[in-house]
């Protein structure tokens, strides 16, 4: 258990800062603005976040490392992937630099940097620690249906697509819940969201065979004093290259309801490399019968709300697009984000009662 | 690429030989008995493997490791899982043993010898090659598809449960194919089909994000120098632990068509670890459907044939099986290694002509 509610962060986004290029910075930046000290891009240097972003308030970018560092960060937090996997020299002298002054490093790579010959050797002869949350457990069970057993209501998000905000839904739901006064607990399967609560599995960095048990397991430790779990989805069992992590996800966690997340202007999967769109996304009440159908012989479940990401339209398309959402397939449904989650939270609490 | 084909192999599968009980060491001996020199298994020493099996002829089962490495194998293949999943001492004294006379050794286990200090070490000083032929590549693509372009007809075997016979069905089908003057290729995805074939990618070992990349990374080397290319196929879509490694294999593999395989006496998923079975296996039609449904919106595939496994049933009841089976799914329809793979292999042909 990580606890980044301790912690005051540097987070390296150089060269990529910018609303679409830097996705983990962002969503840190949009959760805990208040834990973050600058964010270091030499590109961006001299503006503040809400100058990049529209959002993040006055927190500096800094182009030089050593300046970032002298703000009094206790942790650096790796906020892009550096291009082509491997570590260039100057991440290398940074992250060296960081353990150096005795600060921990977060990271959400899929090359892990403890398992780097030299950093992992610094880290270890200072005590300091490298957090490399894609790192999966030692140990993973193979999933058995144990999640079906649990006490607490389980929900899962799940997407026409990958990066249409099946995490944030979750998050703002949370948030409603416990508000209502209701124990909800959000239980995160990818880096951001480990970032953001201190634990959590990233299941698309699991050996294969253990999507569904890396779900099976966090949903037995979410479930711990809870009422209501929800557990952040991954992919879309319509996406070419990441549907086998949707589908043993939906398996492992055997949720006892869906919510299906959709970016309302997107009409392709958008999310592979180089090539032109070719997978085209059904229309949602096709994607709820995909996500029921998919689950049915090992669990059956339902899809019991929408939650439309509509960031890139006009205040009143937003709107027709929720109301058309809701329409079309007889189902509550917002823009989380832009409207507030009171009718998906709504519709868990009643599916909640009812599952009694 | 490994060449079984030059190798004489002594395989381990101490305390653990039996016609259920290692499967691995079961397959190799099934696939190429005359490469075999022994079996060590302390517990069935001093008979032959087919006492033990009922195949594989007169191979020794030896109750003495150096008594086995004294018979000449030039490889020392590992035919069971040790319990628990670490290496045992023992196992390290035997294979230490092994590299030490300059043997290799060919290993499917999930943690990787030539990753062991002591034994990774030894093989190094020696220039002895270790074959965990579960690694993945170092550098596995995101799918985008590319399967579905290469020129060949490309067929995934899809089962009802793991260990129904999707491996053997391809094995069968190909070597008919072959007969028949095609260019029919067998694509392996896991342990037994690599140290059957010297080639392929074990899917269930690959981070989850890249099951599909994987797939497509092995239809596209497949694809070369033939005509038909036959996609082992992994686990099942209903199978609550492993059905993410089969929605990456099919929706990576792009297949022209799907063979449907199926031990005709189960009807509940049956290979998880000491629940009760608790997933009902649907009647035939339902799994072509649930499969033809679930490729569709990344790549509309069909099922055209049926492979039932019927080695628990008698002569008779297994002759009605394969009929229920054709007139249940209007399908060509047999046991391969019971009644041949004729039916099949003629359905590929036909199917792959009328796609031309």
Redesign the interface.
């Known amino acids: 258990m990580l606890t980044p509610s301790r912690h005051r962060f540097l987070i390296i986004a150089d060269g990529e800062f910018g609303p679409l290029s830097s996705k983990t910075a962002n969503s840190c930046i949009r959760y805990f603005p208040e834990r973050i000290v600058a964010v270091f891009d030499r590109k961006q240097a001299g503006k503040t976040v809400h100058d990049v972003l529209g959002f993040g308030g006055a927190i500096p970018v800094v182009g030089d490392f050593e300046r970032g560092l002298a703000l009094g960060p206790t942790a650096v937090l790796i906020g892009i992937a550096p291009a082509g996997g491997q570590l260039p020299a100057e991440w290398r002298q940074w992250l060296r630099a960081t353990i150096e002054r005795g600060l921990e490093i977060w990271s959400g790579l ?1 090359s892990f940097i403890g398992d780097d010959p030299e950093l992992g050797r610094v880290a270890r002869e200072r005590g300091v620690r490298i957090h490399d949350v894609r790192k999966p457990p030692a140990k993973l ?5 144990r999640a079906a057993e649990v006490e607490p209501y389980v929900i899962l998000t799940v997407g026409s697509d990958c990066n249409v905000g099946k995490m944030t839904a979750q998050l703002q739901i949370r948030d409603e819940l416990v508000k209502r006064g209701h124990r909800a607990r959000f239980v995160a399967t990818g880096q951001t969201g480990i970032f953001l609560e201190g634990w959590g599995i990233a ?7 253990f ?3 890396a779900a099976e397991q966090l949903v037995l430790e979410g479930a711990r004093d809870a009422d209501i779990v929800l557990v952040e989805g991954q992919g879309s ?13 939906l ?2 966690s055997c949720p006892d309801a869906l919510i299906l997340c959709h970016q309302a202007t997107r009409d392709t999967i958008g999310d ?4 032109e769109p ?3 996304i ?1 229309p949602l009440p096709e994607l709820v019968e ?1 996500y029921e ?2 689950a049915a ?3 059956p479940t339902k899809v019991i709300g929408i939650c439309l990401n509509t960031f890139d339209m006009t205040e009143s398309q937003a709107r027709e697009a929720v109301a058309r959402a809701g329409d079309e397939t007889g189902l509550p449904a917002s823009d989380p984000v832009r409207f507030g989650p009171e009718p998906l939270a709504e519709a868990i609490i009643r599916e909640a009662m009812a599952a009694r």
Chains 1, 2 share one sequence.
Do not use: E, F
Not at 141 to 145: K, V
């Open positions: 899929h069970p193979i999933a058995d249906g299941v698309d960095a699991v050996v294969a065979d999507i569904a048990g069992l319509i996406h070419p290259g990441y549907s086998g992590v949707t589908l043993g996800l398996h492992g592979y490399h180089g090539r070719w997978v085209k059904p995909i159908r998919a012989p090992v669990r």
